[in-house]
């Protein structure tokens, strides 16, 4: 299934990560320069900030192979203005751009707080313009606020358990990591919460998959068929089984229950693989087989 977008789900995953983590890095750079000498903030969060760039890095090449001519990927950028696909290409090359400087300020131990906001607002709105992509196609599997619900909340659970997961290597106590995290962990669990009410709401029209008219909308010519909406529901919810259960065993961490540090490296690859599960639901509502 899908064997042709494994690219492009695994691009705008990282993506989500990239900007996740450096927008929770960010601000607890930030929290920590106002409480904090700037050498402690800076080696604190200066490991997490270099493996964004990589990460982002990744996706951007991963998403070449999903283009039919990966050479000529660089026109994709001439449309600017008139395609959210040239947007998203925009940004995620300017996103790379300035966490360059900021890595390279930080080789040079600097802080610059006004860098890492407008570095912070990119990524934003690279998730953004990529969440425009598809629900400006007008299919009803995409065109649903539920698509921007998905991909940021992708963004805030992955930057999420990927900073703590960062900060549990840091050697730095629970407590204060507990601190710096609990309210990025409750908010992930909120966007849990939302993404679970977008379902529900959805469901309705995906039992109309006998409606002619709703069918071709929802997905393309080429999948018509129950055994999509049943695989888009299996995703779903086996997706949020692991993404509750990473995301409480993150919550137990940080609440300093007598767990180690591994448990947030299993709350990362729980979360990850929910996202990926509901992330083939997402594109199987469009792709198909």
Known sequence: MLRKEWPLIISTLLAQLAAGMFIILAITRMVLLNGSDQEFALQFTRLGIALVGPIIALGMVLSLFHLGNPLRAYRSIAKIGKSWLSWEVFFSTVFLILWFICFWMDRISMANQYLLALTGLTGVL??????????????????????????????????????????ANA?????????????????????????????????????????????????????????????????????????????GLLFIYLQGGQTGAYTVLISFILAFSSELLGRCAFFALGFGD
């Open 126 to 167: 690279n998730v953004f313009s990529m969440a425009c992509i598809y629900f400006k196609t007008g299919k009803l599997g995409w065109a649903r606020a539920g698509t921007f619900v998905s991909f940021f909340g992708s963004l805030i659970i992955l930057g999420t358990l990927g900073s703590v997961l960062v900060f």
């Open 171 to 247: 050697k730095i106590d629970v407590v204060s990591i507990s601190a710096l995290s609990l309210k990025p962990t409750i908010l992930s669990g909120i966007f849990l919460g939302l993404e679970l009410i977008s379902f529900l709401m959805f469901l309705p029209k995906l039992r109309l998959i006998d409606t002619e008219d709703t069918l071709d909308q929802l997905v393309s010519s080429s999948s018509l068929n129950q055994d999509i909406t049943n695989r888009y529901r299996s995703f779903k919810i086996g997706g949020w089984f692991l993404s509750f259960l990473g995301v």
